[in-house]
T-cell receptor, first 115, second 114 residues
Framework: NAGVTQTPKFQVLKTGQSMTLQCAQDMNHNSMYWYRQDPGMGLRLIYYSASEGTTDKGEVPNGYNVSRLNKREFSLRLESAAPSQTSVYFC??????????????FGSGTQLSVL | SQQGEEDPQALSIQEGENATMNCSYKTSINNLQWYRQNSGRGLVHLIL?????REKHSGRLRVTLDTSKKSSSLLITASRAADTASYFCATVAIGSGNTGKLIFGQGTTLQVKP
């Protein structure tokens, strides 16, 4: 049982380049998330998907797009990377109980540097 | 701005002592959760407390929730060096416009000295 799998683990981009972070979960969870973590800022929600086919902006969505390809996969795309997007990115998934999310399971993170 | 704010930002104690960290939040919630993050790793769920609960225990962890003050506390008893980590609270808000997503606070960094 792999849980939440993120790829890649590390990535270096030049300003203006694009890339997609991949995330897949095998726990049949409805909800999936993308967070970014910066020193002293905790985790900030970028995008959230309550179910296949739905996405919702979080606290810091600017500069990102997402795609909920199916129930298992939720990808995060940076169309034109900027140095301000240097961060550690975490994907997570959870079970929803009567519309409210319970325990989150996290991937191991992607460390992204934009030069 | 973020929903939850932890206090203190950093805490250093000796092994065997108790560690208490607090979380305050701004809006009405369905549940509040605590997570631990070891350096360089993803977050791990510790405990969930619902809005109609006041206290919950799990092993050496004790969580309290005061919805009138919009605050929660996490107590780790008889701390060990292995408890050294960052601890985050996360809330699920209720009300119009909320889709049940979790919002995290900034975290408390705990150091337990052997």
């Amino acid at each position: 049982n792999a849980g939440v799998t993120q790829t890649p683990k590390f990535q270096v981009l030049k300003t203006g380049q694009s890339m997609t972070l991949q995330c897949a979960q095998d726990m049949n969870h409805n909800s999936m998330y993308w967070y970014r973590q910066d020193p002293g800022m905790g985790l900030r929600l970028i995008y959230y998907s309550a179910s296949e086919g739905t996405t919702d902006k979080g606290e810091v969505p600017n500069g990102y797009n997402v795609s909920r390809l199916n129930k298992r996969e939720f990808s995060l795309r940076l169309e034109s990377a900027a140095p301000s997007q240097t961060s550690v990115y975490f994907c997570a998934s959870s079970v929803r109980v009567r519309s409210f999310n319970e325990k989150l399971f996290f991937g191991s993170g992607t460390q992204l540097s934009v030069l | 701005s973020q929903q939850g704010e932890e206090d203190p930002q950093a805490l250093s104690i000796q092994e065997g002592e108790n560690a208490t960290m607090n979380c305050s939040y701004k809006t009405s919630i369905n549940n509040l959760q605590w997570y631990r993050q070891n350096s360089g790793r993803g977050l791990v769920h510790l405990i969930l407390i619902r809005s109609n609960e006041r206290e919950k225990h799990s092993g050496r962890l004790r969580v309290t929730l005061d919805t009138s003050k919009k605050s929660s506390s996490l107590l780790i008893t008889a701390s060990r060096a292995a408890d050294t980590a960052s601890y985050f609270c996360a809330t699920v808000a209720i009300g119009s416009g909320n889709t049940g997503k979790l919002i995290f606070g900034q975290g408390t960094t705990l150091q337990v000295k052997p």
